[in-house]
């Protein structure tokens, strides 16, 4: 790939427009999915659940969530307008439990203590300010509430050709590190590795993720 077109791939993963976000989009939900199932999974939802999705994509993966549990309700936030208007055409059978709301990424539009369980998966490498963030998830994180944060690990993500553009990278300790200089404590940390497709082209590449549970 053209350092133009990694470019460009770089820009519509961090916020897919258009056309070409779409297609991005498609990929990304894909070569992902493993990440986002397993995430869905370590958050052990339970009936009558609240669940927020930040960064939810083309939100393909909706009936996987709403599936797990009785009287889930689920609300995804995105900065990118073209995922918004993607996810709720995809997902028009769930309107009466799903809603998709448009933000511009750095406060949550909802009011404290509002979800049982939240969970966000390749979106930390874009956060401007992340322990802001961090404290703004645990605002509207109830009590008792559960957040998963899945990455994949420096060590993995610096193979790639497109991070280099405005991808803020992270290893295990890291991450550690980030989490505990915001309210949130508790953390364990469990380690994923899979074979995928790479974005870029059609070689299979060994992904590193880490599936992070932090709890209020």
């Known amino acids: 790939m053209e350092k133009d077109e990694l470019k460009i791939l770089a820009q519509n993963l961090a916020n897919p427009q258009g056309e070409k976000g779409i297609e991005i989009a498609g990929m990304m939900n894909e070569t992902n999915i493993s990440m986002t199932l397993e995430s869905i999974k370590t958050l052990l939802i339970e009936d009558d659940e609240h669940i927020l999705e930040i960064g939810h994509g083309n939100a393909g993966h909706l009936k996987n969530i709403l599936n797990r549990a009785q009287n889930l309700k689920y609300t995804g936030v995105d900065i990118s307008e073209t995922m918004y208007n993607e996810a709720r055409k995809l997902n028009k059978d ?3 439990q799903a809603e998709f709301v448009l933000y ?25 300010e992340p322990v802001e963030f961090l404290n703004e998830i645990y605002r509207v994180l109830k009590k008792d509430g559960t957040f998963v ?5 420096r060590k993995f993500m610096e193979t790639l050709p497109f991070t280099e553009y405005n991808f803020t990278m992270y290893s295990n300790s890291e991450m550690e590190q980030l ?16 074979d995928i497709q790479s974005k870029s082209g059609n070689e299979t590449i060994h992904r590193i ?8």
Do not use: A, C
């Open 94 to 96: 769930f309107e009466n």
């Open 104 to 128: 511009e990424g750095k406060k949550l539009p909802f009011e404290d203590k509002t979800f049982d369980k939240i969970f966000t998966v390749n979106t930390v490498y874009f956060w401007e």
């Open 179 to 194: 989490v505990s200089k915001s309210h949130f404590k508790r953390m364990k940390i469990s380690e994923k590795e899979e």
């Open 149 to 153: 944060l899945t990455f994949g690990q």
């Open 209 to 216: 993720y880490t599936v992070l549970t932090i709890k209020k």
